[in-house]
């Protein structure tokens, strides 16, 4: 019985990103979809996808809170945590116990633990020769994914790598570069969106992107369009 | 008004010029900034055509440089000897009486913010392929994540004329999230534009030999703030 609830809750999931992935769609608010159905077919308690800018660094996409010590924990330099190794080796990063396992990433260690985190499991968005970015996952819990949430992590990575290089840009390295900074763009400008109504409405960043993202919903506008109305001082949220 | 500060960009600039000409069929690029005095506008240009049609907009205040900057969208000119260009009569006679027979003008913008432009010119007529429409995105982008890096890098130190070689710089996307989120809150505060809220914050880090990062911190958990007439 429980198999099949979790066999049509995954095939919701996928058609639900499916669905998104159809025409004019913004990507920033397809990875946050993304990541909230990751925790939820996950047993995660917290996910975020990472994007390599130019410079190989890489900048949080998504995450299932804005608060900054999630970005924080997700946020570190090549060598410093799962996140950047899953995404520099290409690899999948499994920290089952963090505890225990992750003094080699000391920093890494003590965010993680700070906010309750016990696993992580990092998984590369890989497009044949090169990797863009990475999804990862923290539990609250010890232990490794099991063998099918691990495919089905793999799975809503690819999702993701689909959803930000459109298909017709996979053939050309420089259409991937560029997909890949609009995307980032995208991402800056919801930053300062958030600013905006954080300032002019005295709510917390967390808010400020639930009431851009509820608008762009509602209005079925592009999330980056909404915040650039915003910040325009077009629209007040 | 706050001003953008290039003078240490400008150092190694040339290369950032040439990048475009390489990756890309055009003969010449020059690259400048807005809200520059004008010696520190032109950040490099590949060579004198190329900062000759940048300065010539400069000075007649019209031409695809100034449409790009407004709208922050590319100016695709592939063919300077057709066509009336209605917005920029003057320059269009003057960019006739020169070898350039296309004009490319992307923005160079992050998020709201616009930092500059850079015009590409070849001597042949002919569009951009949408490959290399692709490549002159992808180093517009590059050039303004540079350009806006150098800035943001630049400390108290570089005040006196010299950049601080011994800090570390400062890449931590953390702190760019929070500088882009204290941006907007700063364009609120002072009724201004994203680019000159930015200015704000440098200026306010600068004036207190704070780093940027730090200042942003203190916006946005409001300890500080720019507003500019208080009740």
Not at chain 1, 36 to 54: F, M, N, P, V
Not at chain 1, 131 to 156: K, M, Y
Not at chain 2, 186 to 199: E, H, S
């Amino acid at each position: 019985m429980e198999a099949v609830t979790r066999a049509s809750l995954v095939s919701a999931s996928f058609v639900r990103l499916a669905d998104a992935l159809v025409g004019d769609y913004d990507v920033v608010d397809l990875m946050h979809s993304l990541v909230e159905e990751s925790i939820r077919l996950l047993d995660a308690s917290a996910a975020g996808l990472l994007l390599a800018d130019l410079n190989g660094e890489l900048q949080v996409l998504a995450s299932t809170s804005e608060e900054s010590h999630l970005v924080e924990v997700l946020q570190q330099r090549a060598g410093a945590g799962p996140c950047v190794d899953a995404y520099i080796s290409g690899t999948v990063v499994t920290i089952s116990d963090i505890a225990t396992d992750g003094g080699h990433y000391p920093v890494f260690q003590a965010a993680a633990l700070s906010q309750g985190f016990l696993s992580v499991h990092a998984i590369p968005m890989r497009l044949r020769p090169r990797t863009i970015g990475a999804l990862n996952l923290f539990r609250t819990t010890v232990g490794e994914l099991t063998e099918e949430d691990a495919a089905i992590g793999q799975a809503l990575a690819d999702v993701a790598t689909i959803g930000i290089l459109h298909e017709r840009a996979v053939r050309e390295s420089a259409i991937v570069n560029e997909q890949l900074q609009r995307a980032l763009n995208s991402r800056v400008l919801i930053e300062q969106a958030k600013g905006v109504i954080a300032q002019s409405s005295s709510v917390d960043m967390n808010e400020a992107f639930n009431r851009l993202r509820s608008h762009a919903r509602a209005h079925h506008e592009p999330l980056h369009l909404t915040a650039e109305n915003v910040i325009n001082r077009v629209l007040a949220l | 008004m706050a001003q953008w500060d290039f003078s240490a960009v400008g150092r190694d600039g040339k290369g950032l010029c040439s990048e475009f000409v390489d990756a890309l069929p055009v003969t010449g690029a020059a690259v400048s900034v807005f809200g520059a005095s004008v010696p520190e506008t032109a950040i490099c240009a590949s060579d004198s055509l190329a900062a000759r049609l940048d300065e010539l907009q400069f000075d007649l205040g019209e031409g695809p440089r100034w449409v790009a900057a407004k709208s922050g969208a590319p100016v695709l000119v592939p063919d300077t000897r057709q066509g009336a260009f209605e917005l920029w009569p003057v320059f269009a006679t003057e960019l006739r009486a020169t070898t350039a027979q296309a004009l490319f003008v992307f923005p160079l913008t992050i998020g709201a913010l616009a930092v500059g432009v850079v015009e590409l010119y070849r001597s042949t007529p002919g569009e951009l392929t949408a490959n290399d429409h692709s490549i002159a995105t992808v180093l517009a982008n590059k050039t303004a994540w540079n350009l806006i890096d150098q800035l943001l890098r630049m400390n108290a130190a570089a005040q006196a004329g010299a950049l601080d070689e011994h800090s570390p710089p400062d890449t931590s996307p953390l702190s760019r999230r929070e500088i882009h989120q204290a941006t907007g809150m700063i364009l609120v505060q002072a009724n201004t534009t994203a680019t000159n809220a930015l200015l704000l914050l440098r200026a306010h880090a600068f004036s207190k030999g704070q780093t940027l990062r730090d200042v942003a911190s203190d916006v946005v958990s409001r300890r500080l703030d720019f507003t500019s007439h208080p009740e």
